[in-house]
């Protein structure tokens, strides 16, 4: 099973790297570093809130919303501007 799962991690980890070789020239770098940033959060919170991988559950609340919500208003300004 183990070998399996480094594998997919390989495999997610190379999907990764060249999406952000492929987005970064079109978007530029602070976008797509915003980006990158902002999946990861999203990532936490739900991995938090649902107590995925044996964490501590962190219900989503609305201030870690908020949060979210302006880090999505922090790439469109960015990329805006």
């Known amino acids: 099973q183990t ?3 480094y594998f997919l991690g390989g495999v997610l980890g190379a999907l990764y790297i060249m999406s952000i070789i492929l987005v970064a020239p079109k978007l ?3 976008v797509t570093t915003m980006l990158a940033l902002l999946g ?3 990532a ?3 991995i938090d809130h649902f107590g995925w991988l044996g964490v ?3 219900s989503i609340g609305w201030m870690r919303v908020i949060g979210l919500i302006l ?3 922090g790439v469109y300004m960015v990329k805006r501007f």
């Open 28 to 30: 530029g770098i602070g």
């Open 40 to 42: 990861q959060i999203f």
């Open 71 to 73: 880090m999505i208003c």
């Open 56 to 58: 501590a559950v962190h």
């Open 44 to 46: 936490a919170m739900l």
């Open 3 to 5: 070998p399996k799962l």
